[in-house]
């Protein structure tokens, strides 16, 4: 089996913060096309779904593309690629603590992340919202779509 290189987009959003929230990604492995997936919740927050975003597209890799070469993530959240990137080392040595001593917020979430992530070859970069990059505004359609779908189902 060969192994391939990927490039992930990912995107998570929210109607109110909390409120209805949708997440997103679209890869592209180079072989078959580009996937897209999306969700959301009906009670969520901004930064759950940014990850969530992530998270799913990791699962999706996992499970469908194994073996890679490279993944190449690409989010317009500086929370989602600092927090994988910077702070999380601290979090972990401080248990799960910031700098200020609180806890840390969607703990449950860097959690996943951090074993999807620790187990890949990812070199994470964040791009500029809104900006017209294609695959980006395409996972914030998604997004979109999903909070609309939630909120004209209340």
Same mark, same amino acid.
């Given at each position: ?6 490039v992930v987009f990912t995107d998570g959003g929210c109607?109110?913060?909390p409120g209805p929230g949708g997440w997103a990604f ?46 190449? &993530?690409?989010? =317009? +959240?500086?929370?989602? /690629?600092?927090? %994988? $990137? ?10 799960w603590r910031t700098a200020a001593k609180a806890p ?6 860097? &959690?996943?992340? =951090? +074993?999807?992530?620790? /187990?890949?070859? %990812? $070199? ?31």
């Amino acid at each position: 089996m060969q192994k391939r290189d990927v490039v992930v987009f990912t995107d998570g959003g929210c109607s109110g913060n909390p409120g209805p929230g949708g997440w997103a990604f679209v890869i592209n492995d180079g072989e078959n096309g580009l996937v897209e997936q999306s969700g959301g919740e009906s009670q969520t927050t901004n930064n759950r779904m940014e990850l969530q975003a992530v998270i799913k597209a990791l699962e999706y890799i996992s499970i469908n593309l194994k073996p890679v070469t490279s993944i190449q &993530i690409h989010t =317009d +959240s500086q929370y989602v /690629k600092n927090g %994988i $990137t910077l702070w999380i080392h601290t979090w972990k040595k401080n248990g799960w603590r910031t700098a200020a001593k609180a806890p840390v917020k969607n703990k449950e979430y860097w &959690i996943a992340l =951090d +074993s999807l992530a620790s /187990k890949l070859p %990812i $070199t994470w970069h964040w791009v500029k919202g809104h900006a017209g990059i294609e695959l980006n505004e395409r996972c914030d359609t998604l997004v979109r779509q999903e909070m609309d779908l939630l909120l004209n189902n209340r």
